[in-house]
């Protein structure tokens, strides 16, 4: 499966900015997905992700109330942003998590799409 991210960009503090995860094929039931950020300098940590039966979505303590992450098709949408927002976002996809959880190891996750730069200015 192949992943292409998209949405990323240049935003003020306080804007929005919605990313999304087109893969090459069907992915729906078949995987978890997740987003996935990276900051120069720091480690890949977990932002949001949904369970392949969608009945589960977890978010990073960070962004919660001020991410979603879609049942449809899993884009991302990010509100309130903040300049530590700042990252490249990587949306990935996990086939061996179980059918109704969310993993946030990167480790879980078997394709990754290429990342798209968000920064968030001041």
């Known amino acids: 499966v192949q992943l292409q991210a998209s949405g990323g960009g240049l935003v003020q503090a306080g804007g929005s900015r919605r990313l999304s995860c087109a893969a090459s094929?069907?992915?729906?039931?078949?995987?978890?997905m997740a987003w996935f950020r990276q900051a120069p300098g720091k480690e890949r940590q977990f932002v949001a992700g949904?369970?392949?039966?969608g009945r589960k979505i977890a978010y990073e303590n960070s962004v919660k109330g001020r991410f979603t992450i879609s049942r449809d098709n899993a884009d991302l949408q990010m509100n309130s942003l903040k300049p530590e927002d700042t990252a490249v976002y990587y949306c990935?996809?996990?086939?061996?998590?179980?059918?109704?959880?969310?993993?946030?190891?990167?480790?879980?996750?078997?394709?990754w799409g290429q990342g798209t730069q968000v920064t968030v200015s001041s």
């Open positions: 094929r069907r992915t729906f039931g078949d995987y978890c």
């Open positions: 990935a996809l996990g086939s061996g998590i179980r059918w109704d959880s969310v993993s946030s190891r990167s480790s879980d996750y078997d394709y």
């Open positions: 949904i369970s392949k039966s």
